[in-house]
């Protein structure tokens, strides 16, 4: 589901404290129960599991991941990570792989930890999945400072579904989630990481931003969907698409609904003129670390 975008990924890991206290605030108590069915598990059977109120329910990308999970399990095996775990519906659904062992989330906000806790339990997968409390890859708690050492060069995959970073080009977040799992990956580990289709060649760079490295493809995709600016979220990373390409990023891809490509740009404009949203793709890539840089 994400780690909380309250946060920036150029953050330096030393500031655990302050930037915990930006996700602890007063939330409603009132929780959704979404039932993700066996075929968007890709086979992996029904997950239910509880959304803290202040989270979105299983959003599109999340269902874009559960999917690449079920249909490419032959992908995952032994020991894995789930970074920035959510509700931790993506590590159960992993766990439910009989190859799987063991599932470590790793989450900066407090109450997802303890709901994806309990969401491992309610779906008969506690005995290997764990959650903990971390920023970036660092232990917030230090009890749970022993299970990253215990992964350290022991992970076989890690499996990821960050939200966009803000004020950058948007993959901050994914950046960081990469360059921090090299210490714990092993030798050709695949990486399952959500990115959405308006990044574009981005995409494919994530793989030269962090050497080791290797770019597979598109494991999963959506249809065409809107990249809905009703949400506050969305509409500030839409932002900041824009002002990326206007300081000299190269363009974002976008579709309008006729079919006409748009930029980022071109896509806020088309929105303040008529009010519709762009269209992208929730996408689901495959990467792969080589065990050296």
Same mark, same amino acid.
């Given at each position: 589901?994400?780690?909380?975008?309250?946060?920036?990924?150029?953050?330096?890991?030393?500031?655990?404290?302050?930037?915990?206290?930006?996700?602890?605030?007063?939330?409603?108590?009132?929780?959704?129960?979404?039932?993700?069915?066996?075929?968007?598990?890709?086979?992996?059977?029904?997950?239910?599991?509880?959304?803290?109120?202040?989270?979105?329910?299983?959003?599109?990308?999340?269902?874009?991941?559960?999917?690449?999970?079920?249909?490419?399990?032959?992908?995952?095996?032994?020991?894995?990570?789930?970074?920035?775990?959510?509700?931790?519906?993506?590590?159960?659904?992993?766990?439910?792989?009989?190859?799987?062992?063991?599932?470590?989330?790793?989450?900066?906000?407090?109450?997802?930890?303890?709901?994806?806790?309990?969401?491992?339990?309610?779906?008969?997968?506690?005995?290997?999945?764990?959650?903990?409390?971390?920023?970036?890859?660092?232990?917030?708690?230090?009890?749970?400072?022993?299970?990253?050492?215990?992964?350290?060069?022991?992970?076989?995959?890690?499996?990821?579904?960050?939200?966009?970073?803000?004020?950058?080009?948007?993959?901050?977040?994914?950046?960081?989630?990469? $360059?921090?799992?090299?210490? &714990?990956?092993?030798?050709?580990?695949?990486?399952?990481?959500?990115?959405?289709?308006?990044?574009?060649?981005?995409?494919?760079?994530?793989?030269?931003?962090?050497?080791?490295?290797?770019?597979?493809?598109?494991?999963?995709?959506?249809?065409?969907?809107?990249?809905?600016?009703?949400?506050?979220?969305?509409?500030?990373?839409?932002?900041?698409?824009?002002?990326?390409?206007?300081?000299?990023?190269?363009?974002?891809?976008? $579709?309008?609904?006729?079919?006409?490509?748009?930029?980022?740009?071109?896509?806020?404009?088309?929105?303040?003129?008529?009010?519709?949203?762009?269209?992208?793709?929730?996408?689901?890539?495959? &990467?792969?670390?080589?065990? $050296?840089?």
């Amino acid at each position: 589901m994400g780690m909380g975008t309250s946060l920036r990924a150029d953050s330096s890991p030393t500031h655990v404290a302050p930037r915990l206290l930006k996700v602890l605030r007063d939330r409603p108590n009132v929780l959704a129960m979404p039932l993700i069915t066996i075929e968007e598990t890709g086979g992996l059977g029904s997950i239910q599991v509880e959304v803290p109120a202040h989270r979105p329910s299983i959003t599109a990308a999340s269902r874009v991941c559960l999917l690449g999970i079920g249909r490419h399990r032959s992908l995952l095996a032994g020991t894995g990570i789930d970074w920035g775990t959510g509700s931790g519906c993506l590590a159960i659904a992993a766990a439910r792989i009989p190859e799987v062992d063991r599932v470590v989330g790793i989450e900066i906000d407090p109450d997802d930890v303890a709901v994806a806790n309990r969401n491992a339990e309610r779906n008969g997968v506690a005995d290997s999945v764990t959650v903990i409390l971390g920023d970036l890859y660092e232990a917030v708690l230090p009890a749970d400072r022993y299970v990253l050492v215990e992964l350290s060069g022991n992970c076989d995959f890690m499996i990821a579904n960050p939200p966009a970073s803000t004020g950058n080009d948007g993959l901050g977040f994914r950046r960081a989630a990469r $360059q921090g799992a090299t210490r &714990f990956l092993g030798e050709g580990a695949p990486v399952l990481m959500q990115v959405s289709y308006q990044y574009g060649a981005r995409i494919q760079r994530l793989a030269v931003d962090e050497p080791g490295y290797t770019y597979e493809g598109v494991l999963e995709t959506t249809d065409w969907v809107p990249f809905d600016l009703d949400r506050e979220d969305l509409a500030g990373h839409l932002r900041d698409y824009v002002d990326d390409e206007t300081s000299g990023g190269s363009p974002y891809t976008f $579709q309008d609904h006729d079919g006409t490509s748009l930029t980022a740009t071109e896509a806020l404009s088309v929105a303040d003129e008529t009010g519709r949203s762009p269209l992208s793709k929730w996408q689901r890539h495959l &990467f792969r670390w080589s065990g $050296q840089k």
